[in-house]
C-alpha cells in the first residue's frame, strides 16, 4: 500500500512538473534619451546625404547640359560661318550668277535674314587671262551680281560691301582651266556681326 501512495505521489509530481508554466513576460529594452536622440541624428544624417547628393548630381545634369549646349551653339555657329563663307564661281568673262550657285545664295540670305546686324563683303576675283583694268572692272561686276541677287531677295544694300580684286588673289596656281575654273569666283567675308551667329529657323 505504501509503494502504491509513494507512486501516485511521484506520479502526481511528474504530472506537475510536466505542465506548462506561463513564460514570465517580455519588456522591450527602454531606450535611454540619449540613445534616442543619437538614432534620430543617424537617420536625419543619412536623409541629409540623400538629399546633397541628389542636389550634387542634379547640378552635374545641369551643367553637362550647359555645355552640351554651348558646343551645339559653337558649332551652329561653325556651320553657319562656313555656309556664309562659301564662294561662287562664274563662266569665262562672264559674271551673271549660275543656277548651281543660286542655292548657296539663298542660303546666305537666310543667314543675314537671322542675323540683322550682320554685314558682309563681297570680293570678285578673276583668273590670270586679261588685262589688269578688264580684270578689275570685271571683278568688279561679279562683286556686284551677288549682291544685287541678295538685295533682290530682300536684304538691305547697305549690309553689303564689293570689292574687286581682279586677278591679284588666286586661289589655284596653275595655268590651265583647272586652275582658272576655281579662281573665277566671289568670296564672302565677315565685317561686322559675326560674334553670335543664328542658325536660320
Not at 6 to 13: C, D, F, P, T, Y
Not at 15 to 25: D, S
Not at 26 to 43: C, F, H, I, Y
Not at 72 to 84: F, P
Request: charged share 30%.
Amino acid at each position: 500500500m505504501k509503494s502504491v501512495s509513494l507512486l501516485l505521489v511521484i506520479g502526481l509530481g511528474v504530472a506537475v512538473a510536466a505542465c506548462p508554466k506561463n513564460p514570465p513576460p517580455q519588456t522591450a529594452p527602454l531606450m535611454n534619451a540619449d540613445s534616442a536622440a543619437a538614432a534620430e541624428r543617424a537617420r536625419q544624417d543619412s536623409i541629409d546625404a540623400a538629399n546633397r547628393a541628389q542636389q550634387e548630381e542634379a547640378e552635374r545634369v545641369r551643367q553637362q547640359r550647359e555645355r552640351d549646349s554651348l558646343a551645339a551653339l559653337g558649332r551652329s555657329a561653325e556651320e553657319v560661318r562656313n555656309s556664309l563663307a562659301s564662294m561662287i564661281h562664274f563662266d569665262l568673262d562672264k559674271s551673271n550668277i549660275r543656277s548651281d550657285d543660286m542655292g548657296s545664295l539663298d542660303q546666305k540670305v537666310a543667314i543675314l535674314q537671322a542675323n540683322p546686324d550682320l554685314r558682309i563683303r563681297v570680293g570678285g576675283h578673276c583668273d590670270e587671262r586679261g588685262s589688269d583694268e578688264y580684270n578689275l572692272a570685271l571683278g568688279n561686276r561679279r562683286a556686284q551680281a551677288a549682291k544685287q541677287y541678295l538685295v533682290s531677295h530682300g536684304i538691305d544694300a547697305s549690309r553689303i560691301e564689293t570689292q574687286s580684286w581682279g586677278e591679284e588673289k588666286p586661289l589655284v596656281d596653275g595655268h590651265d582651266e583647272t586652275a582658272w575654273s576655281q579662281n573665277r569666283r566671289d568670296e564672302f567675308e565677315i565685317i561686322s556681326g559675326g560674334d553670335n551667329l543664328r542658325r536660320p529657323s
